[in-house]
């Protein structure tokens, strides 16, 4: 499961995954405790039983004291948790705005140093699958959640101007096991691939607050990730071969959906807007 | 107080001024009136009495039903309202974000057309005073509240994109009757052109979502208008005048100390940063 | 009529003007009469009697030959002739297209050094009006006259790169006495400053291939003159007086109509477009 | 002679070839096939016989009302027709200009959704070799053709804005069986290549009007495809094993000679400009 | 001689002024006074009697030990010494290599804290003269003495980045009483603008290493000052009113030389290159 | 120890390597005679005996003279010659300022056309590690090593613009045998991808003033080498392999160390500054 071409040495004495029983959180999961001396995991979800060097801290991200508790001994954090889809605005108010001011508060009242940030593609979802975007670009979101991930890059930005806590956020493709749909052939970040950004993401020498798309190395792609070369991601899988089999199961999509034109795909017009 | 050479000419029947009891607002109240048949004047704190042609509305941002109550029959919208100093995150919080959705989401509700939005400065705090900053640069917050702001700004670029919402977001520097220390030679907005900005962001045909600063015609700028153009703000005065006067009154700056070098000022280390 | 603070000094031995018979041709004739000791005038409409020191040389573009006659002797070229509106795919063809090429190897052939170019803002029409553009973006014309005159500018600069005739390409916005409606509000080039401009790219020392936007200092404007600086071109005059004047006789503009939110105006939607 | 690697579904029911007895028109028509129920092929020059699956049409593009009828049932249309060298001017004119015009029209009519548009790296022609273009450049043809080219690209933006029919402009360098020249070390395109190019163009779900240079992965080149990311081209081959047998070849190059600098070559130079 | 708009404060308390007996230092030295208690004034050449307030220090640049003298006490240096126009390398080499190295490291021993140091448009002479250069685009020195000059601004930012030192490179056009030829109603930098554009250079609050180009408000120009905003020069001549007299004096340039198209005019082939 | 895929034909009659008794010296002596007839090596220091097909002609830059003789029947130099460590400021200035100044003059004299030239990655050391720099960026120079680099980038443009001879800058990162520190894992250049480097830089068809960062194809890098693509450097080596021992062997940087941030490493604080 982990990539053997990575390089293997631990960095960090404890390091904290939150969102550990998510989709990505459980990939992670096993792949990062070559990083640390210790993984501590998080979420509000069942964690399972800890395995060795693992530490369970389940915690509620809208709990500021929980999250001050879980923010503490911790060298680096790799915050998958919070709302990753769209939803009701209280809950991504609750998990992906108050939640995150109380993480990099509890990071500052602790001294943590580095955070890898789960942002999203989602971020830049209104622009057109026909415009190439790097991380520099105007942010357009496309949906609530994409707007409270813009909101956590800012953050991000303004701890490391003030406070010098580095970031680096992920602005990530679709991660699954395969690609499951036309607009994941441009999307798709394996996991492996996450891995490696991840890793990436955590080692890179020198990040101040860095932004870099999550895609693996797929033929076509909207992403531009040139001003973020000093973070070392290289992707090495491909959506391509996937490319037969989901154009076959799939139709065409329709021309007059604006769902079609924009790289955001369905979440540019997914409701329940407010509940 | 009103500037004759504004055109004057009924464009909204009716237009809300949101915070019409803060500094800003109480300036623009009378100025606004020429723009439409009925001024509506909404805030927290108390308005006075209602001048002809003004119907009063208070109401808390916080509040979703009063401001969806608030938006009723208006057109336009010149959001003076909200935190718009450095303050506790919670009071930030539920003004200028929570209260901002609320405004947003009333507005889509009925079928207002135009919002004219008091951002800050402070979105692009972080940037050096010797760095020229553009609409198009990724913004650095200096603070929890240019944090909001840039939320706002956001949250603006969705409403357009997604519902057609136009918005212009007013990078304000510092609206005062004359320039008060060294910063504000650089960033000073007068009334008079402080309400020659809120008429061209009125005004102007077409904005989709615009930002542009709002500085007075000062020598010194740190902020570069250009793919603002469109919306035709000309600033007519200057900080020129108050200079000698404050140079004498303020001693030179410490050359140590962060607000001396960013463009935010003291927003660079004010604080209570969370209670 | 002709501006007083405008440089006077015979430049040219023989200045051709060609469509001196059409709206700004007509402007322009007496105006040009102080740059050179002979004033070539061209059209294929009647051009009225000589005046002194002028030359009447009637040709129609589309044929060739008697183009190459009209460009002997002639030092410089202000170029007002062909279609300058919406119109048959086949006469544009013929004055824009077939025309212009006639124009240029007559230029080449008699050894002329410099062509004032009337190119048009049509040739960014296809730009929303909140966008602010510049000569170095990319064209969108608006039609099939603002396709003509993108290829008259690339034209211009293939005879610049291959055989050193100069051009001045000017992206007139929209010249008359007065603006007419609320676009010219934004596109207005007063008569006055239209001889400015032309005076301007005949007499700037050095060209080469230029493209510089003509408009006169409208608050409002969509075009950005910042590449072409080395033309010198100062507008003086304002569309600001008339604004009252125009939104009071002209009614809003339909939201729905894509001739509202683009630079072109009615322009992206007139017809007709093929016989 | 088809790449295995690439994906083989009908996506067309009917698919028009032009040019496709020209040199690159019979590369792609056996390759073409995979995408399409019925190849539809075209030309001024003879065919041959119909293999099963293909429509023999011959059509001149000067002749509207055969560019009519060819376009009739016709989903997508890959145009290799029309001049591809420096021509007399009469000749580049009815076939790239009044004959391009003729087939958009008729695609219009049609209904015809996509157009990929052999386009050419001569409209770029006159940048020096030790410059490097992307496709958002500005335009400098090196001659009547290139000039032909853009006049194309700028026509395909125009029906794109306009009535949202779809073109990728394909800037093809040299496609030949191997480079055939010291220049073509950096422009050659492979003919798997080019299949390659021309399936993306056709099947990259989003692309409004593109343009995307056409060259193999040659170590040295003069342009950069960051902004046409979003088709997918992935290019193959390298013109790398041809490099020593040419450069034994063909001696170096005049220094004094213009089509030494430019990336153009000798389109630089070439002529009879007219005839 | 004095500009009354320039507001008047004592800055300084020592101020040092280099090249004091030069064109531009002599018009300088009265200037200054206002901005220090004390105005060092330092040249090769004689320097006349010191008036109050004034110290005369003569000093060769490329004597160490008299530069670091020199500095002793001075609290900022407007550096107008050195050689300014092109000459023999060797005299370029002492004077504007090893001098200004000599001056920035006694600043450094000194605590001087900023210093003006007078560059040249000849660092950027090379570009063309219907190119528009701001201070970010690379460097093309047209001769030894616009090389020097490149120097000088790249040692500025070093001592800004390594220690803190703060310079303004001031792109100097043409600064003489009037402008002297054709070239120079672009370049032409009246004494009162020299004055305000040194000012601005002394007194703006925070400039790190900023470049900035000295023109008047000449109509035609080739540089643009957009990024160098936050010093707050606005000037407020013009070579307008020279213009007819200089062009009735003047023939028009020949086309053949490289002088009339470069910015730099003669200095791309004065030599003696090299004694 | 030649990279057998690289191509190899005679290209140059005499090739002039300077510094071949330097690091990188030593490792292109053998590598560059399949490119000349005869290779001219030189170095103030023992070049040992010479080869078949070599000459050995010691000179010291410094010495003008010498260096005029050098150069005489060059058709080509690879100029590695000169101080390449930050060291005293006399040495630099002879050997990278005077001493160049020498060999371009030489160059010019005996009609020599192209010159590699060794600059360094340290003419942009002060830029951070989180930022990705193209050569088209401002320089920041760490040192005075970095800053007689850039000057001699700057003469490397004014002899192409003046006299036509062209040179390729090559920002060497760090070649060596193997990467030695964690710096290095980003910056390392292989000898066999140096030589790569060299040979493209000689062989580029046209190179004008070019300027090209040389590293190893590592995963993490700050520099990115879009607008140099026309050199056709393609790097095959990677720092890799390395990472895991180095990360074991070195302990992480001390964050407080401005070294640890800065693309120059421990450039940006070594002295002796000044002798």
Redesign the interface.
């Known amino acids: 499961m982990t990539d053997p071409a990575l390089?293997?040495?631990i960095r960090f004495n404890r390091l904290l995954l939150t969102g550990a029983a998510g989709n990505l959180g459980q990939q992670l999961r096993p792949r990062l405790k070559r990083w640390c001396s210790t993984l501590r995991l998080s979420d509000r979800a069942d964690l399972g039983a800890a395995a060795d060097d693992e530490e369970l801290v389940p915690a509620d991200l809208a709990d500021a004291a929980a999250v001050h508790a879980l923010l503490e001994g911790v060298d680096a954090v790799v915050h998958m948790g919070g709302v990753s889809t769209e939803q009701a605005?209280g809950a991504i108010?609750d998990a992906n705005?108050?939640g995150l001011?109380h993480l990099y508060?509890a990071a500052r009242a602790h001294g943590t140093?580095r955070i890898v940030f789960a942002s999203s593609n989602h971020v830049t979802g209104?622009y057109?699958?026909?415009?190439?975007v790097s991380p520099?670009d105007?942010?357009?979101?496309?949906?609530?959640y994409?707007?409270s991930k813009?909101?956590g890059e800012?953050?991000a930005?303004?701890y490391w101007?003030?406070f010098g806590i580095e970031t680096v956020s992920l602005r990530i493709g679709s991660s699954f096991p395969a690609p499951r749909d036309?607009r994941m052939l441009?999307t798709w970040l394996s996991y492996d691939d996450a891995e490696r950004l991840v890793a990436?993401a955590l080692t890179?020498?020198?990040?101040?607050h860095?932004i870099v798309y999550g895609m693996s190395d797929?033929?076509?792609?909207?992403?531009?990730n040139?001003?973020?070369?000093?973070?070392?991601?290289?992707p090495q899988d491909s959506s391509e071969p996937f490319?037969?089999a989901i154009?076959?199961r799939q139709a065409p999509?329709d021309?007059n959906d604006p769902a079609?034109?924009h790289q955001g795909g369905a979440f540019?017009r997914t409701g329940p807007f407010?509940e």
Chains 1, 2, 3, 4, 5, 6 share one sequence.
């Open positions: 390089p293997t040495q605005w108010l705005i108050r001011v508060e140093r209104f057109r699958q026909d415009q190439v520099r105007p942010v357009r979101p496309d949906g609530l994409g707007l813009a909101f800012n953050l930005q303004l101007d003030r036309r441009a990436a890179a020498p020198v990040v101040g860095s797929n033929p076509l792609t909207w992403w531009d040139t001003p973020a070369r000093h973070i070392g991601f290289r490319r037969a154009e076959q999509l021309r079609t034109h540019v407010f």
